[in-house]
């Protein structure tokens, strides 16, 4: 649903949506991304744009997370990986395709956190991706959340099992 500051305006798949079951949104401005069990739309200017595995180098239609890099850069977590959005061009991460994402945090600088549906955590230093150290265990396989706090801490939330801080 949009509103306009009159009205509601009802978008289904009768409008063309790839799906009615939205899982994740990300407002850019005047630009809204949003997540569906079926693809990747891009909402501008009164225009969706509908992005799917059929169409560009998306990871999987699933979409699971979104979240905006201080570049600009979209980061679109799906059940089957990371895309990466940047300069109209979507790219798969070819190191998370075998990951099913479930949650996405930011960190400074260029740190990327990734929570997965079943195998746990993966980040990114800028350069490499890893697991967490093996000192460091997640509350659980199936992460819910990651959230990262103004001293950089790491926050990761289990489905079940509670939360940890990680501070890197």
Do not use: C
Request: aromatic fraction near 10%; hydrophobic fraction near 45%.
């Amino acid at each position: 649903s949009i509103w306009n500051g009159q009205s509601f305006f009802i978008f289904t798949r009768a409008d063309r949506l790839p799906s009615n079951n939205i899982l994740a949104l990300l407002a850019d401005g005047a630009t809204m991304w949003i997540g569906s069990d079926a693809g990747l739309l891009h909402f501008e200017e009164n225009r969706f744009q509908v992005y799917t595995i059929a169409t560009t180098d998306l990871a999987g239609n699933r979409i699971t997370t979104l979240a905006k890099e201080a570049d600009g850069t979209i980061l679109v977590g799906t059940d089957q990986g990371l895309s990466r959005w940047a300069d109209k061009v979507m790219r798969v991460i070819p190191e998370t395709e075998t990951y099913p994402i479930s949650a996405l945090g930011l960190a400074k600088p260029n740190r990327i956190w990734l929570g997965t549906n079943g195998k746990g955590v993966l980040y990114f230093d800028g350069n490499l991706w890893t697991t967490l150290p093996d000192l460091i265990m997640p509350p659980a396989q199936q992460i819910g959340a990651i959230a990262v706090d103004s001293q950089n801490s790491v926050w990761i939330a289990g489905v079940v099992g509670g939360t940890i801080r990680y501070v890197p």
